[in-house]
């Protein structure tokens, strides 16, 4: 008995474990460009403004791709969807790797994460279905590990790799692992059967809405900051069709009797604040990801690698919490590691808010444990507490909408962030401005130093004058920018207090094949 009990638990976990593999490599590119898109985009002669279209094409198809996975698993099985997306997602790594301009990598960068997108939502559906009873505690916390780690290692890694080699290999590092996920889930998972005439009786109109909805929805929240939102054409226009495909959406997955997206399961509580917190974490993670290397690139001047170094508390915080989290979630009600979790994510966005200038590794090393550690805490319960309260035949269709959360949570957040910093540094320019007059001592005694110092230089006293006078207002810029970035911080610790509010809310849910009192 305990022979074939051992038997059923390797067979379980090797297909989890390739699985598990592919997850994290399509969430690891999410970010893996973020701190070298200047090295990209110097290798690929791109302007500034098309740079970032390197990220935000693999998040719009990425995004859009994510919602259908339950519906393209019941059509093609889990197997051979899991394995198409590993080895679609592999090709175009190596083609992202070839891209000889701009255009090109933009589009090979969409095609990757449209073609990788199923990997992530079927890691968490495959969790629920390979463990049960207790040992679903240690799927969710590999799965909530994935889903919080890989992104912050993204930079991490992308930061040592083009430093260490070129841009190239951010892409081809993917091809012998892709490969070996592509030859080894075909063999081990086997998990449902396909049906191809799913087919036939498709919502096809919801799933262009969908698209519709979310790739301008995307295209907004990502563009929306550089074009000063609504006062741009083409962001008015966007923010239109998405507004009205979206609500066409909701109104055709509601009356269609077979949707591609379960909206349905949002009227089940723990599923609904399961996607809120999934949204919220997404808002948190993605959002800080986003801003530590933006600052630690333009306020300090740090190269790939230096951005990497300074961040790598945050993926070793991580990592060192996972055997934590297993070990109290036998413990502990699950909904209070969650609040941990939270709060404490909340707890190092407020450390984060007492930046300087002058920060890096060192000054950064606590608040970045504080969110690190406990990430896990905030991630894995909602998989358990939120998709593990749906029934087995709800799960596929509900679980790329929860997944979808997380993502858009971070596409919001990163908007949100963006704006702040825009708005913020322009705020806190002029407060600062004003207060550099003649009547101020300490700015007077600085211009005369500082135009002594350039003035020495060979040149007239009018030259080295506005060489200082230039030098005042880079510093006046650099504490501007530092006190917005404070500020975005502090926006992200309102969202994750809230968050931790919202989880005493949820019902506790017993795993499967163990006695509930709450089940009736």
């Known amino acids: 008995m305990r022979e074939g009990a051992s038997e059923n638990w390797i067979r379980s976990l090797l297909p989890f474990v390739v699985m598990c593999f ?41 995004i859009i791709v994510i919602p259908l996975s339950g519906w393209l698993t019941r059509v093609f099985s889990t197997r051979w969807l899991f394995t198409a997306s590993a080895a679609g997602f592999t090709a175009t790594s190596i083609l992202c790797g070839f891209a000889w301009d701009i255009r090109s990598m ?51 890694i992308g930061g040592w790799i083009t430093d260490t080699l070129n841009w190239h290999w951010l892409f081809y590092v993917n091809l012998v692992p892709g490969l070996a996920i592509t030859l080894l889930a075909p ?3 086997d998990i449902d059967k396909p049906d191809l005439s799913l087919l036939r009786e498709a919502d096809y109109p919801g799933i262009i809405l969908m698209a519709i909805c979310l790739g301008t929805l995307e295209y907004v929240l990502e563009e929306g900051t550089r074009w000063n939102w609504f006062d741009d054409g083409t962001i008015r226009t966007c923010a239109y069709i998405a507004g009205m495909s979206g609500i066409l959406f909701v109104a055709r997955s509601l009356t269609f009797a077979r949707p591609v997206i379960d909206l ?17 974490t997404g808002i948190g993670i993605f959002s800080t990801i986003f801003l530590t290397p933006l600052f630690l690139g333009y306020v300090r001047g740090f190269s790939a690698w230096q951005i990497g170094l300074a961040i790598f508390s945050t993926g070793a915080a991580s990592l060192i ?106 705020f806190h320019f002029v407060a600062i401005a004003s207060n550099l ?28 004058h506005a060489a200082a006078t230039k030098r005042l207002w880079q510093l006046a810029y650099r504490e501007a920018s530092t006190l917005a970035y404070a500020d975005a911080f502090l926006v992200i610790m309102i969202v994750l207090i809230i968050a931790t509010l919202l989880v005493p809310f949820l019902r506790n849910v017993a795993p499967a094949g163990t006695a509930s009192s709450q089940e009736h």
């Open 321 to 426: 919490g996972v055997p934590i989290y297993i070990f109290l979630a036998r413990q502990v009600d699950t909904r209070w590691l969650m609040m941990l979790g939270l709060a404490s994510f909340g707890l190092s966005m407020w450390s984060y808010s007492f930046i300087t200038h002058d920060w890096g590794a060192d000054q950064l090393l606590i608040p970045q444990i504080l969110r690190g550690l406990p990430q896990v805490f905030a991630v894995a319960p909602a998989v358990n507490l939120g998709l593990g309260s749906l029934p087995p035949e709800r799960l596929k269709y509900a679980s790329g909408l929860f997944n979808m959360m997380r993502n858009l949570g971070g596409a919001v957040g990163i908007a949100l962030c963006g704006a702040i910093l825009n708005a913020r540094t322009n």
């Open 106 to 156: 933009i589009i090979f960068r969409a095609l990757q994460g449209a073609l990788g997108a199923s990997m992530i939502p079927i890691v968490f559906t495959s969790s629920l279905h390979y463990f049960q009873g207790p040992r679903r505690v240690y799927s969710a916390a590999v799965v909530g590990s994935i889903a919080s780690v890989a992104p912050t290692l993204g930079p991490i």
């Open 437 to 464: 007059t003649l009547a101020n001592g300490t700015m007077t005694r600085l211009m005369g130093e500082l135009a002594a110092r350039y003035g020495a230089i060979p040149g007239s006293l009018q030259t080295g």
């Open 187 to 189: 063999i081990l998972v």
């Open 22 to 62: 592919g997850g994290f490599m399509a969430l690891l590119d999410i970010q893996i460009v973020a701190a070298s898109l200047q090295h990209i985009g110097g290798g690929l002669s791109a302007a500034q403004d098309e740079i970032s279209w390197v990220q935000t094409a693999y998040l719009i198809a990425e």
């Open 264 to 280: 349905r399961a949002l009227t089940n509580r723990n599923f609904a604040l399961g996607c809120l917190l999934s949204f919220a």
